[in-house]
């Protein structure tokens, strides 16, 4: 079993920034790659960006592209969302996930899944 433990959520004006951390309890797996996603209030859940553990490769959706960096710290076994440029969309609580092996965009094929945290946007 592999826990997640978000953190760094909060309130910010638009055109701010924050930063997530995702820590992880352990890392035993050879190839992984940690997903951020969120969900705003009456939307469905949305992929957000992942990087892959092993190569340190990204990928973005299009609307975080250019705004929100991710990053990861081996030691720590820790996942960084930088978010920048914040708007009032991107309000909504934001997930981190682990898959093994490829990444993926849908939620639905990440095993282990962090409890949240709600980052609120205001205009």
């Known amino acids: 079993q592999v826990q997640l433990v978000e953190s760094g959520g909060g309130l910010v004006q638009a055109g701010g920034s924050l930063r997530l951390s995702c820590a992880a309890s352990?890392?035993?797996?050879?190839?992984?790659?940690m997903g951020w996603f969120r969900q705003a209030p009456g939307k469905e859940r949305e992929f957000v960006g992942a990087?892959?553990?092993?190569?340190?490769?990204?990928y973005y959706a299009d609307s975080v592209e250019g705004r929100f960096t991710i990053s990861r710290d081996n030691v720590q076994n820790t996942v960084y969302l930088q978010m920048n440029s914040l708007k009032p969309e991107d309000t909504a609580v934001y997930y981190c996930?682990?898959?093994?092996?490829?990444?993926?965009?849908?939620?639905?094929?990440?095993?282990?899944w962090g409890q949240g945290t709600q980052v609120i946007v205001s205009s």
């Open positions: 996930a682990l898959k093994l092996g490829a990444v993926a965009t849908l939620g639905e094929e990440y095993k282990y």
């Open positions: 990087i892959s553990w092993r190569s340190g490769r990204t």
């Open positions: 352990r890392r035993t797996f050879s190839s992984y790659h």
